[in-house]
T-cell receptor, first 114, second 115 residues
Framework: GAVVSQHPSRVICKSGTSVKIECRSL??????MFWYRQFPKQSLMLMAT?????????EQGVEKDKFLINHASLTLSTLTVTSAHPEDSSFYIC??????????FGQGTRLTVV | GENVEQHPSTLSVQEGDSAVIKCTYS??????FPWYKQELGKRPQLIID?????GEKKDQRIAVTLNKTAKHFSLHITETQPEDSAVYFC??????????????FGQGTILTVHP
């Protein structure tokens, strides 16, 4: 079946630094990918929609300058958390839609900002 | 935008019993309703999905029903096993609109199956 790969799975960074997370669709082309954030014991909250070759669409309340999204190819989207702070610590997870409306998720990235 | 409500937030059953989780949605344009199982620290796994052109779908011990008029859909797990214990999320999306594939998730249900 379709596979979406996300890296890294865990990252610890210092406050003020930037972290890049990659999301790849391995066996299908994904013109659209999605980035979610999940706090402990909570649901997945959509942060932004990543569109290949164009600007990402951010959900209300999500700072586009802080969460930079780049979707440079049909198989890769990246999320960069800039100037990270402890409150950005969370589980970030991407998904890609295979034609037919089936979403597959990456493994997720546990970000800890110290 | 779409709003998905999921109940209950926690569900505890004995092994072999059935479990039912219910969701309601607000956007009548939504036409795709997947259910995901998520174990701690792992990615959500699609367990079953249903489209708005059918009312029920079954896959072994798992079934999903959809009532478009009432805008609600439910997950039914029969003969539950301890390995069914996880967090379950419902979601809704408009699979053909401009927001293609944008899933709106319910709040999640923590299912615990006691041996």
């Amino acid at each position: 079946g379709a596979v979406v790969s996300q890296h890294p799975s865990r990252v610890i960074c210092k406050s003020g630094t930037s972290v890049k997370i990659e999301c790849r669709s391995l066996d299908f082309q994904a013109t659209t990918m999605f980035w979610y954030r999940q706090f402990p014991k909570q649901s997945l909250m959509l942060m932004a929609t990543s569109n290949e070759g164009s600007k990402a669409t951010y959900e209300q309340g999500v700072e586009k300058d802080k969460f930079l999204i780049n979707h440079a190819s049909l198989t890769l989207s990246t999320l960069t958390v800039t100037s990270a702070h402890p409150e950005d610590s969370s589980f970030y997870i991407c998904s890609a839609m295979r034609p037919g409306a089936v979403a597959f998720f990456g493994q997720g990235t546990r970000l800890t900002v110290v | 935008g779409e709003n998905v409500e999921q109940h209950p937030s926690t569900l505890s059953v004995q092994e072999g019993d059935s479990a039912v989780i219910k969701c309601t949605y607000s956007d009548s344009a939504s036409n795709y309703f997947p259910w995901y199982k998520q174990e701690l620290g792992k990615r959500p796994q699609l367990i079953i999905d249903i489209r708005s052109n059918v009312g029920e779908k079954k896959d072994q011990r798992i079934a999903v029903t959809l009532n478009k008029t009432a805008k609600h859909f439910s997950l039914h797990i029969t003969e539950t096993q301890p390995e069914d214990s996880a967090v379950y999320f419902c979601a809704a999306a408009n699979a053909g609109g401009t927001s293609y594939g944008k899933l709106t998730f319910g709040q999640g249900t923590i299912l615990t199956v006691h041996p």
